[in-house]
């Protein structure tokens, strides 16, 4: 069992929450939501998003619409639907639980 | 020249360099491959074009007309490597990746891993011959072959090699050993190649191959990312087994250099802290605190020293591990090295000059001893008793000179050297002389003259019998600048001068009309004549001519050869020769000396001198 392994296991999990945590607060463009989680190093390159955007708007967790963009070809910018704010409320839930569940076992442990 | 094509990208027309275009080509493939079948895989291609379109155009600005390879470059490093888009598996630590999977002339990258399927002994060899492109069984072969000559040293990189050279582990390890390029495709194939392999066993097997399966997806695909990135680095010059090899020479080397500098140091602080100064011997440290200004710059200068050396092999064994592993080094530590050598290197010359400096000029003081003319002619030369038994050897073993100073002692705040030297000459007039020469060091003449007057030596005389000893002392504080305390006896014609056996220790070089060695002028009264020193009761030579040719008297010993001298003086040479001898014997008797018992062992007296001083005068 490699570590690697592990880690990128707890990433991908971790990742799909993070994306729709970006975008409660409103629209945004991949690439915004890129820099954002490249600011939070939980992923390096941008090849990484696009899948997972669009296997998160064929869930009908987000909807997006074109916008003209002045460089290049037309934006999609990406926002929540109803579907995926209430799967979003439930994945904070299940986050808040499962951080204080993690850090009480991980303190136990130390403590012994 | 270059070709360029016109490309529609997502809407937008580019004109694209060739080679740029096929790159970006093959690397869409390997995306559009990587999604497979799935579901939307149209739909995120689109995306995936529309952004390269964008970022295009960012790259461009309006002012470039033609992408060129470095932008696709660009792209593709923010891109990702096409497994980086595989659902799920998102986001390792790695950093953007360069392009080479799907460059074409990245084809032929290759990597140096251990073959699990071909192997022996460790599949060093079987990776090795994936690597250079041969059969296996010729390296093997060679590799036979060549032990015997090379006494091990191929047995030993073989197992560095094996210690130090990764197993290929992944199906793109694989590839790259075998320098097929990483692309999907080939992964896939590898993959199902095994695939097929395993099926073919039993269905436990088979089961296994199920989740090697699941396991292998992942791994494969991070570890192609990875040897991707290894490529690039090894990438344009193809670095092959010959630049292994030499950085293991590096590593070698440059660990067997640095163990013997490490060696060195920690003897040398071994002998700075051994040696108190209650033991009466000098530590490293304390002779370093004589030397310089304080022990501290002793002990920055072997510090500096050891730096200005080790760095070097630090940067050798850096550069091995870089050619064996293909890593970059951080560049804070080339500069820090750099800049830590370079310091070494100033710290090291500074004290070393500011040392130098202080040893410019020489002072020279010359003082005449008022002694009382002996009663009688003859006037003795007896040592001092010094506290303690110390033995101050020159020995000749197996061809070494080896230095033995024990009496370099440290009291009182005043050091104690133990190199006092006398020598005997012709008085000018009827009277005996004592003549002392204090000589020191300095930046200056005046701070040699003032050390030299610092310098004390013990004289008595009781009678006839004049006392000198082996020692004098300067104060601490005047730092060691070459002090040093000769003594001239001058004897009348006529007159006699008698050494004592303690006087072995301080004579030196004394001339006299048969050539006859400090060490057997001892005990004996030697008369001044026109000539020189002259031993009246030996039996005198009848000419110089004949001298050659009749045996020698043992105690005239005119060495034939330097040869002769060296067994000649063979008792000498033993460490301590056990001569211990009162002050007081029957010669010294009639003086009002205290009876002092003390033993000092005779001084095998500065042979080299003499050996050299018996070739010249055997050339004359």
Known sequence: MKVENTKAQMRKGVLEYCILSTLAQGELYPSDIISKLKDAKLIVVEGTLYPLLTRLKDA?????????????????????TTVGDKFLTELDQTWDELSAAVKKTTRKNAQR | MKKTLTANISGTVFHIEEDAYDMLQRY????????????????????????????????????????????????MSVMGQPEDFADGDAGDDAPPAGPEQAGPQQRKYKRFFRDPDDKWVGGVLGGLAAYIGMDP??????????????????????????????????????????????????????????????????????????????????????????????????????????????????????????????????????????????????????????????????????????????IPVIGLIIAGIRLLMDTRTPRWLGWTLSFTWLASLIAAIVIGAGLA??????????????????????????????????????????????????????????????????????????????????TARGANTKEAALRAEHITYPFQQHGDSLMLSNDFTFPSDDKFRAQDVDFTIQVPVGRSIHFTPGARMIIYDVDNVTNTLDSEMIDRTWTMTERGLQDMNAPAPRSE??????????????????????????????????????????????????ASTTTVEARPHMMIPNLLDLVIRQVH
């Open chain 2, 357 to 438: 400096n202080d040893f410019r000029q020489r002072a020279r003081n010359r003082t005449e001893i008022p002694i009382m003319q002996p009663a009688g002619t003859t006037l003795l030369l007896d040592v001092i008793g010094t506290p303690g038994t110390y033995s101050y050897n020159w020995t000749f073993d197996d061809g070494d000179f080896d230095w033995e100073d024990e009496g370099f002692m440290l009291e009182d705040g005043r050091v104690r050297a133990p190199w006092v030297e006398v020598d005997v000459q012709r008085s000018p007039d009827t009277l005996f002389h004592v003549i002392a020469i204090r």
């Open chain 2, 28 to 75: 869409l493939g390997s995306i559009r491959a990587q999604f497979g079948g799935t579901a939307g895989r149209d739909e995120i291609m689109a995306d995936i074009e529309a952004r390269i379109a964008e970022l295009f155009n960012e790259r461009l600005d309006g002012k470039r007309q033609v992408v060129s390879l470095t932008d696709v470059e660009h792209v």
């Open chain 1, 60 to 80: 009908g967790l987000l909807t997006y619409r074109w916008e003209e963009s002045r460089s290049g070809p037309p934006r999609k910018y990406y926002k929540l």
């Open chain 2, 137 to 310: 069984v010729w390296v093997r072969v060679a590799m036979l072959i060549l032990v015997w000559p090379t006494g091990g040293v191929l047995v030993a990189m073989y197992i560095l090699l094996w210690i130090l050279v990764p197993k290929a582990e992944s199906a793109a390890d694989l590839l790259q050993m075998r320098g097929e390029a990483v692309t999907v495709e080939n992964i896939k194939r590898i993959f199902e190649e095994s695939g097929e392999r395993l099926k073919k066993g039993s269905e436990q097997m088979a089961s296994e191959a199920r989740d090697l399966g699941k396991e292998w997806g992942p791994k494969g695909r991070a570890w192609s990312h990875e040897a991707g990135q290894t490529a690039r680095r090894t990438g344009r010059d193809m670095g092959n087994v010959i630049v292994k090899v030499i950085g293991i020479l590096f590593i070698i080397t440059g660990i067997g250099f640095l163990m013997s500098l490490i060696t060195g140091a920690i003897g040398l602080s071994a002998a700075a802290w051994s040696g108190g100064w209650s033991a009466g011997n000098v530590g490293a440290l304390d002779l370093g605190g004589l030397l310089f200004q304080s022990r501290d710059h002793a002990v920055y200068l072997t510090l500096a020293c050891f730096l200005v050396l080790a």
């Open chain 2, 545 to 594: 001519e004949q001298h050659d040719n009749i045996p020698a008297p043992p105690d005239t010993v005119k060495a034939p050869s330097p040869i002769a001298a060296v067994v000649w003086q063979k008792p000498a040479k033993r460490r301590t020769p056990p001569r211990a001898v009162r002050p007081n014997t029957a010669n010294v008797a009639r003086t009002d000396m205290h």
